[in-house]
């Protein structure tokens, strides 16, 4: 009788500490990055920008944009992409955008020689930079470009 009770005992007390180790090993460090994880997507879901006016040169050396946010937080910066018909071109604009406020990225060059020549520009996309990373889930694109002035 006295053994019985021993090996529940020892067998209750085993299966507490495995349970425990398990927990703090396992268990508490997946819901941690679950919660980062939920967390960066719920911020950018707040960062909604919209690309107001774009338009590019008539020999594809350049672009102009203009970009509003009009999300509910602050946005740290924003990736520009410029997206041709033979590559793609990357800058970050270098600005901290306030809700309502509007990016104006002036006469921005293009690169057109070498490997990393565009060719003629068919898009331009922006996404926002916010403390937690770059959002690229939800991107704001511009198709229609005109000439500009």
């Not at 990393?116 to 922006?126: D, H, K, N, P, Q």
């Amino acid at each position: 009788m006295i053994a019985s009770v021993l090996l529940i005992a020892f067998t209750v007390t085993l299966f507490l500490i495995i349970s425990s180790w398990v927990q703090r090993s396992i268990v508490e460090p997946g819901l941690e990055q679950s919660g980062e994880k939920v967390a960066k997507t719920l911020n950018c879901l707040s960062a909604k920008l919209k690309i107001d006016s774009g338009c590019k040169a008539a020999d594809n050396s350049k672009i102009k944009m203009s970009v509003d946010n009009e999300g509910d937080i602050e946005v740290k910066d924003l990736q520009i992409r410029i997206v041709g018909s033979t590559g793609v071109q990357t800058f970050n604009a270098g600005k901290i955008l306030q809700p309502l406020e509007r990016y104006n990225s002036g006469d921005k060059p293009v690169t057109q020689t070498g490997d990393a020549a565009v060719g003629t520009i068919t898009s331009l996309e922006a996404y926002p930079v916010l403390d937690s990373g770059i959002c690229r889930s939800n991107p704001t694109t511009k198709t229609q470009l005109g000439t500009c002035a």
